[in-house]
């Protein structure tokens, strides 16, 4: 069974930035992708990005492009999520998840969340 723990998530104020964790114990980098989705209060998941350690390839959401950065160490065992220039749009619980794909919507496993909160 797949175990994502994420971490990092607190509250910033628009503009700035934050990096979040994913601790990811015995996950298969070389077989398969990871990557965040995000779910906000009364709205739908939205995968955000996806990367692909044995490729280097990764994917990311439109509404993320230029402004998140998905990095894997396998050494480590962990998925980071840098973001930058935060918007109060981009508050929601944000999730760790594997498998991905470039389309970003397809997951078996996820961990519990952690929040992010933008103030304006």
């Known amino acids: 069974e797949v175990q994502l723990v994420e971490s990092g998530g607190g509250l910033v104020q628009a503009g700035g930035s934050l990096t979040l964790s994913c601790a990811a114990p015995?996950?298969?980098?070389?077989?398969?992708?990871i990557g965040w989705f995000r779910q906000a209060p009364g709205k739908e998941r939205e995968g955000i990005t996806c990367?692909?350690?044995?490729?280097?390839?990764?994917y990311y959401a439109d509404s993320v492009k230029g402004r998140f950065t998905i990095s894997i160490d396998n050494a480590k065992n962990m998925v980071y999520l840098q973001m930058n220039s935060l918007k109060p749009e981009d508050t929601a619980v944000y999730h760790c998840?594997?498998?991905?794909?470039?389309?970003?919507?397809?997951?078996?496993?996820w961990g519990q969340g952690t929040q992010v909160t933008v103030s304006s």
């Open positions: 998840a594997a498998p991905c794909g470039s389309s970003l919507m397809w997951y078996d496993y």
């Open positions: 015995g996950f298969a980098f070389d077989d398969y992708a």
């Open positions: 990367g692909e350690s044995s490729t280097g390839r990764t």
